[in-house]
């Protein structure tokens, strides 16, 4: 299985019906396409939209209807639309329910760092910090390396995204979860052992006695 299906697999196992979900640029988006039929949540773009939905078929494309990531969206029938004031306000007053972000970097304190490397070009801060600050529950799905080098650190050497504990790290290799006593591994990919993902982990582990294998359907 891709590594990036396998991630967005098993962060759809965490959504529950009626939840207000918003999905970060990239790989986070992935997770719309793997909900369990019979669960209803809702997605909201800081755009100004709850009730955004895959692009239905080709060729429908709005420009002035898109993700964060400026990617052409449908609407559910049903769905609001509502300027980035009140979209903001939504995600800074604490009425999100789940944030999925890309990550960069998570450190042994399981803060995030995933907008920005220095000296390379920025096109612009996005809402990740909002999200991050406002969010109920912050999911991070990323890769475990990147070119080999581990992402979940002692401490982030990239600017942090906020300084806030998030609720759950999945990669191809591990669920992990941040806890006030550390990071903590929760499960496996199939596949993998204990033993690999601590070799790719820089951050110290706690490592449970028994330690579950992630279950994703096929």
């Known amino acids: 299985m891709d590594n990036k299906v396998l991630i967005a697999k098993r962060i759809a196992q965490e959504l529950k019906s009626g939840d207000l979900v918003n999905l970060g640029i990239g790989m986070p988006t992935l997770v719309a396409s793997y909900l369990p039929k019979d669960l209803e949540v809702f997605f909201q773009s800081e755009n100004g939209i709850i009730g955004m939905s895959m692009l239905p078929h080709p060729g429908l494309e709005d420009l002035d209807l898109t993700d964060a990531g400026g990617n052409p969206i449908g609407a559910v029938p049903g769905a609001a639309g509502f300027d980035s004031g009140f979209s903001f306000g939504l995600i800074r007053g604490g009425h999100l329910d789940v944030t999925v972000l890309g990550g960069l970097q998570v450190d042994e304190r399981g803060y995030l760092a995933n907008w920005m490397v220095p000296g390379k070009m920025v096109p612009g801060m996005g809402g990740a910090m909002d999200l991050v600050a406002g969010a109920k529950k912050v999911i991070v799905a990323m890769t475990h390396t990147a070119k080999g080098a581990p992402k979940i650190v002692k401490e982030c050497s990239l600017p942090l995204t906020a300084e806030r504990r998030v609720d759950l790290i999945v990669t191809e ?3 992990i979860t941040p806890t006030a006593d550390g990071l903590v591994l ?9 033993e690999d993902v601590l070799a790719a982990t820089e951050a110290s582990l706690i490592v449970p006695d028994a330690v579950g294998e992630m279950k994703v359907a096929a």
């Open 186 to 194: 929760s499960e496996v990919a199939p596949g993998t052992s204990v």
């Open 173 to 175: 290799m591990a669920v």
